[in-house]
């Protein structure tokens, strides 16, 4: 049971990390569109691509206010409520089978 345990600890702390750096490179995306810089970059083209499927399903809803596009301040807090949902379900599971 302990392994088990070990497996869904792991598992809270690897939702964790993979939020944190969603994290980073929303925050990269917003900078990089207050910036002049080269779309075809390949930084700027890794950074777009690994957040666009995130940020597209909210651009579908009404989130803009004048020409300020809110969908990354509200994909922040979808990412923000499902890492803390997803960590805490693991980590009292990993609890239950014996993590201390």
């Known amino acids: 049971m302990f392994i088990i345990g070990e497996f869904f600890q792991a ?3 690897l939702v964790h990390g993979i939020c944190t750096i969603l994290y980073w490179l929303l925050f ?13 970059q390949g930084v700027v083209q ?7 499927p995130i940020l597209a399903p909210f651009r ?4 803009q206010v ?3 596009d809110l969908s990354p301040l509200v994909a922040f807090l ?3 409520f499902v890492r803390n949902v997803l960590f ?3 980590m009292t599971l990993a609890y239950q089978f014996g993590v201390s």
């Not at 890794?46 to 666009?52: H, P, R």
């Not at 579908?60 to 989130?63: C, M, W």
Request: charge should be positive; proline fraction near 6%; avoid cysteine.
């Open 11 to 13: 598992m809270a702390l």
């Open 28 to 40: 990269a995306r917003i900078v990089i569109s207050w910036l002049r810089v080269d779309p075809y």
């Open 46 to 52: 890794f950074i777009f691509q690994v957040t666009e």
């Open 60 to 63: 579908r809803l009404p989130l």
């Open 66 to 68: 004048g020409m300020l």
């Open 78 to 80: 979808a990412i923000f």
């Open 88 to 90: 805490r379900i693991f």
